[in-house]
């Protein structure tokens, strides 16, 4: 297993994101991805590698150019309305819903970050786009290793900000750049004609599914909290299967909140089932250990030893995989958690 690890992750720290009316400390921190790399090398799994510079012309093949010219530019963009801003992160206030206009991009700040947002949830921070653009071009070097000729047969884009919310032109939900997406595309470019993307991250894989949506080359599969009652509410039903060209290439598993794991399982059985189906030649993991019992937004009921499971089911697939790190929230048990599937996969 190569591990590609973002060496700027930190770079991105949010202070505060908005919850209830109130500006609270952020969920997802620098610290979560220490617990991981500190879990890998104390149990010696996989090798531990920094990526090569990010490949801005493949990610303006996943995101839209104006989207990744935004978040290149919006920290600079936002401390030149005032250089106090420097002090404070960016959150959007402002949207264009129902009703409103979606062709035009006005040119105020404000309205600049609600047109490529969706939720206030989500602070852009000075060292925002360096920490995502060093992880997606993790999600690249991690689909070519498992392409290339005597390559490993997984690797994993060890990141954050997670990327499974991030759709073509917006951020939200902790994400900016969809780095499962990237590492499909990645994997489509390499040669793979047929990519899966399993999301079994809490929630569900909104921007992952819209990126591909109308695209039959790449199945996007999901198994998350009902959108009903869990974020992000808007999108991750059963009956989203995919239009035109991707019709039938996605597929929503959707669980009541408090699913344990013998559900889960079966549901991953499914997913994995549709993934063979599919006849892929390549699968990426978004892989969120929120799932855990003990994560503090999330409310299903996996324990530390059932990823071990999940990691063994995984690799029977027996395709190149490569992993994307996504959610996990209960701080000290994401290393423990993230470790247990890629030992279970393998090393
Ligand atoms: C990102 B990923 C909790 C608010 C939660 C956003 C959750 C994003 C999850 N007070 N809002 O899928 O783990
Ligand atoms: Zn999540």
Known sequence: MQIFHNPVHDKHAGRQEMFRGK????HETPARLEYVLDALR???IGNLLAPSSPDLDLIKRVHTPRYV???ASAWQDWVALDPANADTDILPSVWPVR???HDIEPTNFAA???LFSFDSGCPLTAGT??????GAACAIDAARAVTAAGGPRAAMALTRPPGHHAGADFFGG???LNNAAIAAQALRDAGAERVAILDVDYHHGNGTQSIFYERGDVLTVSIHGDPTTEYPFFLGYADERGEGAGRGANLNLPLAAGTEFATWTQALQQGLSAIQAFNADAVVIALGVDTYEGDPISKFKLKSVDYLEVGRKLANLGLPTVFTMEGGYAVADVGINV???LEGHGR
Request: one cysteine or more; charged letters at 20%; hydrophobic letters at 50%.
């Open 42 to 44: 104390e149990r010696g």
């Open 69 to 71: 010219d935004f978040l």
């Open 129 to 134: 786009w360096e920490a995502a653009a060093a």
């Open 99 to 101: 009703g409103f206009r």
């Open 23 to 26: 500006l609270v400390p952020c």
């Open 339 to 341: 470790a247990n599937v």
């Open 174 to 176: 902790y994400c900016f």
């Open 112 to 114: 600049r970050v609600g």
